[in-house]
T-cell receptor
Framework: DAKTTQPPSMDCAEGRAANLPCNHS???????VYWYRQIHSQGPQYIIH???NNETNEMASLIITEDRKSSTLILPHATLRDTAVYYCIVRVRRTGNQFYFGTGTSLTVIP | KAGVTQTPRYLIKTRGQQVTLSCSPI?????VSWYQQTPGQGLQFLFE???????NKGNFPGRFSGRQFSNSRSEMNVSTLELGDSALYLC????????????????FGPGTRLLVL
């Protein structure tokens, strides 16, 4: 039931910005977009979430298009430690507080 | 504030046995969710507990069960283990008192890796 589409893999040069896209064309008006990442065999780590405005925290920025059908996670200065699988999630509120994880984007940061 | 803790971290069982996994949420968090992660199926939702009540359940057989205690700690149990139950089992907690996206953010533990032989 994942409602998001992400490219399966991406590469990024160390020190450059990593821009990870996500399509969520069926998102409803009150559904938030969440981003998590998972470094090999660890638990997913929360990065950021947003509704319609762009958001920024110490880890990343989230850009959501005006029609809310897609978003982009930006890691401003990628490091080798950012190599992970990144999941974009739209939480379906009517079905409780579970997150439906898709297959995510495997980001490799190249030295 | 301490994060979500899960015990044990690693476990080896044989087919037909049963197993209990434990999760301690972040202090003050009342919602606990469980997920199973396998290479073939990815991350799949098992169930969610809030105030000792199961609020939601994913599409798993009845061999998978759970419970939550009054201190919000949670356990999940898998009976009659099958080879396909080998997976990373993840627990996540969230605040969830007055709703809103901030309270719904889930924070994951390191997981319990279960191997069924």
């Amino acid at each position: 039931d994942a409602k998001t589409t992400q490219p399966p893999s991406m590469d990024c040069a160390e020190g450059r910005a990593a821009n990870l896209p996500c399509n969520h064309s069926t998102i409803s008006g009150n559904e938030y977009v969440y981003w998590y990442r998972q470094i090999h065999s660890q638990g997913p780590q929360y990065i950021i979430h947003g509704l319609k405005n762009n958001e920024t925290n110490e880890m990343a920025s989230l850009i959501i298009t005006e029609d809310r059908k897609s978003s982009t996670l930006i890691l401003p200065h990628a490091t080798l430690r950012d190599t992970a699988v990144y999941y974009c999630i739209v939480r379906v509120r009517r079905t409780g507080n579970q997150f439906y994880f898709g297959t995510g984007t495997s980001l490799t940061v190249i030295p | 504030k301490a994060g979500v803790t899960q015990t044990p971290r690693y476990l080896i069982k044989t087919r037909g046995q049963q197993v209990t996994l434990s999760c301690s949420p972040i202090s003050g968090h009342r919602s606990v969710s469980w997920y199973q992660q396998t290479p073939g199926q990815g991350l799949q939702f098992l169930f969610e507990y809030f105030s000792e009540t199961q609020r939601n359940k994913g599409n798993f057989p009845g061999r998978f069960s759970g419970r939550q205690f009054s201190n919000s700690r949670s356990e999940m149990n898998v009976s009659t283990l099958e080879l396909g139950d080998s997976a990373l089992y993840l627990c996540a907690s969230s605040f969830l008192t007055s709703g809103g996206a901030r309270g719904e953010t889930q924070y994951f533990g390191p997981g319990t890796r279960l191997l069924v032989l």
